[in-house]
């Protein structure tokens, strides 16, 4: 797997100028390409390979309030911790971005967490914040796509909401190696039932809001 590799890309600071731009202007960003082609093409290697085991079923809440509602979403996840070369070269490249989007925005992000998630047929993630105002410190949203040939035959559709209004403004379709970037206490978002399998890595750039010396929250 890691032959396919490439070495360690850096990301021009005219992309990470072009990104801190939109984040500004409009709150969110779709690169199409993001990185190079052969960390993606490892990454979902890698993720067709987990069986349901090495899932876990996606819940909503954080730590006590964790649950899972079927009613909500029903993706399997599985979190990064840097365990294949793939996935380290794909959290340098988000350090890249964290760092270059603190020079630019004064963001303040801290830290990103990451998972795979894995939608099978039918499978879908209802209307949701990743953040609420005052209460979390997620305060940038990433999806990572890793579905080749994608056609809008096969829906799973990732559909964008300003507040307050019942229509999306942007449906993005979640084609292999594009990324969008949105501000995560802002944009309501849905992932509409897909027809096929669908692979990505959602992640959540944070703000330290640790007290006493402890990161809070954890996982
Ligand atoms: O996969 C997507 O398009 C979005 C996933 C999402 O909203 C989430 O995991 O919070
Ligand atoms: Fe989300």
């Excluded at 410190?137 to 040939?149: C, M, W």
Aim: proline share 4%; aromatic share 10%.
């Amino acid at each position: 797997m890691s032959a396919l590799i490439q070495p360690q890309s850096e990301l021009s600071s005219h992309s990470l100028d072009n990104l801190a731009d939109n984040l500004a202007d409009k709150g969110f960003m779709v690169i199409p390409d993001l990185l190079p082609m052969g960390i993606a093409e490892a990454l979902l290697l890698e993720v067709t390979e987990y069986n349901s085991q090495q899932f876990q079923q996606a819940g909503i809440g954080r730590e006590q309030q964790q649950q899972q509602n079927q009613f909500v979403r029903t993706d399997e996840i599985r979190w990064l911790n840097g365990q294949s070369n793939a996935q380290q070269a794909f959290l340098a490249t988000m350090e890249q971005l964290r760092l270059g989007l603190n020079r630019r925005l004064f963001m303040g992000l801290f830290d990103y967490e990451c998972h795979f998630a894995h939608y099978g047929p039918g499978n879908f993630y209802k209307k949701h914040l990743d953040a609420f105002k005052g209460r979390t410190n997620r305060i940038l949203s990433t999806v990572l796509y890793l579905n080749p040939g994608w056609t809008s035959e096969d829906g799973g559709e990732l559909l964008m909401y300003e507040k307050r209004s019942k229509e999306a403004f942007l449906k993005i379709t979640p084609l292999f190696g594009q990324m969008v970037v949105f501000l995560s206490e802002r944009f309501p978002h849905e992932v509409l039932a897909a027809k096929r399998d669908r692979y990505s890595i959602a992640g959540w750039f944070r703000v330290n809001t640790s007290i006493g010396g402890a990161i809070d929250p954890a996982r």
